[in-house]
């Protein structure tokens, strides 16, 4: 089930003064701001912020967070909470736009703040939302995506036999280059036989060998929020377990709008083989992971959860997961299935990317099937390099993932059938992507790298 809420991003420019300086520094919030509901100016929305907090010479956090009121009618104002680091330091940047009817234009664009350590002012001074320059981006920046309740992460199996249910997340701290990969399945055999829950955790150092351990078979307990068994849980805001000599607690704080793989329809309706989607485009992750050669403690660590339902793997795949900094997001499920008929056909594709708040293609089906006189995206799978290529619209994208075999750790899958593929997983891949867009020729609109940060599988039978 899902709602509609409301997202949209807002710049604001002007100084700061701190204590003892007669010179204010240069300060610019790039804020961008998600609320639950549809805005509605007469009512109290509250919203979640995250962004960039610049001050010249103390601060340049792109890792901001916080909070926004946005009463503007029924308290006549809008309130601002935002935390950021400088100097090592936690600091709150707090003020709010007093919204005055006699003067809609000024209140609502100026915004007295003050700044805090510790409870104390460290500062003051004021921000100004930038008209001429700023409006237009403004108004396009505002969107009113689905929301998707946390019942995203509920199990849907329904007590068929034949079916497969998977949590998974994946990760990457920031500070060490570490990947982390924590999978958890459900798995209702084809026979009729009690249904299992198993699962497990994978470690991916910079410099040194893939660690793993496996939890489970354990009987499955049907939970309503999410995955429990064995000792090992997911729900929307928090993962913990053991699985050998690994233990981990995590914080999830969901950062992105829901992201659907495959069509929104096909995961709500159970219609194809299996269907694919992420509840939150990313996440940070926050806590620690404890593992045979040490122990990981992560802080904001960017990643993403996935969950997957349908009756088996596939006959041939590949996936990636590559989170492009900024809100951006790029994902690509490439599968051959296993059904008569579908099992001949080459790699059907879907990728979407989330870029600059818009999702492309914006159709969940356009990269599977070509019409309009553009082809199908098309997917060349192997190790240890595979690759996507394909056009929608007036775009066009070339992805190219690397797993090392250094990197990549070789894992046997369970079907419900009893048969399983073998799947090669890497959550230190590296990706090279290239967007395009036609304007008589095609020409470059954005380009990323990633080296060793990329989470990317390929799996076969």
Same mark, same amino acid.
Request: glycine share 10%.
């Given at each position: 089930?899902?709602?509609?809420?409301?997202? *949209?991003?807002?710049?604001?420019?002007? &100084?700061?003064?701190?204590?003892?300086?007669?010179?204010?520094?240069?300060?610019?919030?790039?804020?961008?701001?998600?609320?639950?509901?549809?805005?509605?100016?007469?009512?109290?929305?509250?919203?979640?912020?995250?962004?960039?907090?610049?001050?010249?010479?103390?601060?340049?956090?792109?890792?901001?967070?916080?909070?926004?009121?946005?009463?503007?009618?029924?308290?006549?104002?809008?309130?601002?909470?935002?935390?950021?680091?400088?100097?090592?330091?936690?600091?709150?940047?707090?003020?709010?736009?007093?919204?005055?009817?006699?003067?809609?234009? &000024?209140?609502?664009?100026?915004?007295?703040?003050?700044?805090?350590?510790?409870? !104390?002012?460290?500062?003051?001074?004021?921000?100004?939302?930038?008209?001429?320059?700023?409006?237009?981006?403004?108004?396009?920046?505002?969107?009113?995506?689905?929301?998707?309740?946390?019942?995203?992460?509920?199990?849907?199996?329904?007590?068929?036999?034949?079916?497969?249910?998977?949590?998974?997340?994946?990760?990457?701290?920031?500070?060490?280059?570490?990947?982390?990969?924590?999978?958890?399945?459900?798995?209702?055999?084809?026979?009729?036989?009690?249904?299992?829950?198993?699962?497990?955790?994978?470690?991916?150092?910079?410099?040194?060998?893939?660690?793993?351990?496996? *939890?489970?078979?354990?009987?499955?307990?049907?939970?309503?929020?999410? *995955?429990?068994?064995?000792? &090992?849980?997911?729900?929307?805001?928090?993962?913990?377990?053991?699985?050998?000599?690994?233990?981990?607690?995590?914080?999830?704080?969901?950062?992105? !709008?829901?992201?659907?793989?495959?069509?929104?329809?096909?995961?709500?309706?159970?219609?194809?083989?299996?269907?694919?989607?992420?509840?939150?485009?990313?996440?940070?992750?926050?806590?620690?992971?404890?593992?045979?050669?040490?122990?990981?403690?992560?802080?904001?660590?960017?990643?993403?959860?996935?969950?997957?339902?349908?009756?088996?793997?596939?006959?041939?795949?590949?996936?990636?997961?590559?989170?492009?900094?900024?809100?951006?997001?790029?994902?690509?499920?490439?599968?051959?299935?296993?059904?008569?008929?579908?099992?001949?056909?080459?790699?059907?594709?879907?990728?979407?990317?989330?870029?600059?708040?818009?999702?492309?293609?914006?159709?969940?089906?356009?990269?599977?099937?070509?019409?309009?006189?553009?082809?199908?995206?098309?997917?060349?799978?192997?190790?240890?390099?595979?690759?996507?290529?394909?056009?929608?619209?007036?775009?066009?994208?070339?992805?190219?993932?690397?797993?090392?075999?250094?990197? &990549?750790?070789?894992?046997?899958?369970?079907?419900?059938?009893?048969?399983?593929?073998?799947?090669?997983?890497?959550?230190?891949?590296?990706?090279?992507?290239?967007?395009?867009?036609?304007?008589?020729?095609?020409?470059?609109?954005?380009?990323?790298?990633?080296?060793?940060?990329?989470?990317?599988?390929?799996?076969?039978?």
């Amino acid at each position: 089930m899902s709602t509609r809420g409301t997202a *949209f991003a807002e710049t604001m420019l002007g &100084t700061l003064l701190l204590p003892g300086k007669t010179e204010p520094r240069r300060v610019r919030l790039d804020l961008t701001v998600r609320a639950e509901q549809v805005l509605a100016p007469h009512r109290t929305t509250n919203a979640r912020v995250s962004g960039r907090v610049r001050i010249q010479g103390l601060a340049d956090d792109p890792d901001a967070t916080g909070e926004m009121e946005i009463s503007p009618i029924a308290r006549r104002r809008i309130l601002y909470r935002v935390r950021f680091t400088a100097a090592g330091r936690r600091h709150l940047l707090m003020g709010w736009k007093s919204v005055s009817l006699r003067r809609p234009l &000024t209140s609502m664009t100026v915004l007295p703040y003050g700044v805090y350590v510790d409870g !104390q002012q460290v500062g003051h001074g004021t921000l100004r939302f930038p008209l001429a320059s700023r409006l237009v981006p403004f108004l396009r920046s505002w969107r009113f995506p689905r929301q998707e309740s946390p019942s995203a992460y509920a199990a849907r199996w329904d007590g068929s036999p034949g079916r497969t249910e998977v949590w998974y997340t994946t990760l990457t701290d920031p500070v060490t280059g570490t990947g982390v990969w924590l999978h958890h399945e459900l798995t209702a055999p084809t026979g009729g036989s009690p249904a299992y829950a198993h699962g497990w955790v994978a470690v991916f150092p910079p410099d040194g060998p893939v660690e793993h351990a496996r *939890f489970g078979p354990e009987p499955w307990s049907d939970p309503s929020q999410g *995955f429990t068994a064995a000792g &090992t849980e997911v729900r929307p805001d928090r993962l913990r377990g053991t699985a050998g000599e690994f233990r981990w607690d995590l914080e999830q704080d969901p950062l992105g !709008q829901p992201l659907y793989t495959f069509p929104r329809w096909a995961w709500q309706r159970s219609v194809l083989p299996a269907a694919h989607m992420l509840p939150s485009s990313g996440s940070h992750f926050s806590g620690a992971v404890s593992h045979p050669g040490g122990r990981l403690s992560l802080h904001k660590a960017p990643g993403a959860t996935a969950r997957i339902y349908g009756h088996g793997n596939a006959r041939r795949w590949a996936w990636l997961h590559a989170d492009l900094g900024g809100g951006d997001v790029l994902e690509v499920v490439a599968a051959v299935a296993t059904r008569p008929g579908l099992n001949r056909l080459p790699p059907l594709v879907f990728l979407r990317l989330r870029h600059r708040d818009r999702t492309w293609p914006r159709l969940g089906l356009r990269s599977a099937v070509g019409w309009a006189g553009a082809g199908r995206f098309r997917a060349r799978i192997g190790l240890p390099v595979w690759s996507v290529t394909g056009r929608a619209g007036l775009r066009r994208i070339r992805v190219t993932v690397a797993q090392p075999e250094e990197r &990549t750790l070789t894992l046997d899958y369970a079907d419900p059938d009893g048969s399983g593929p073998v799947c090669r997983n890497s959550e230190s891949a590296d990706a090279h992507i290239v967007l395009e867009r036609w304007w008589g020729r095609w020409r470059p609109e954005a380009r990323w790298t990633l080296e060793g940060t990329a989470h990317a599988e390929v799996g076969e039978r």
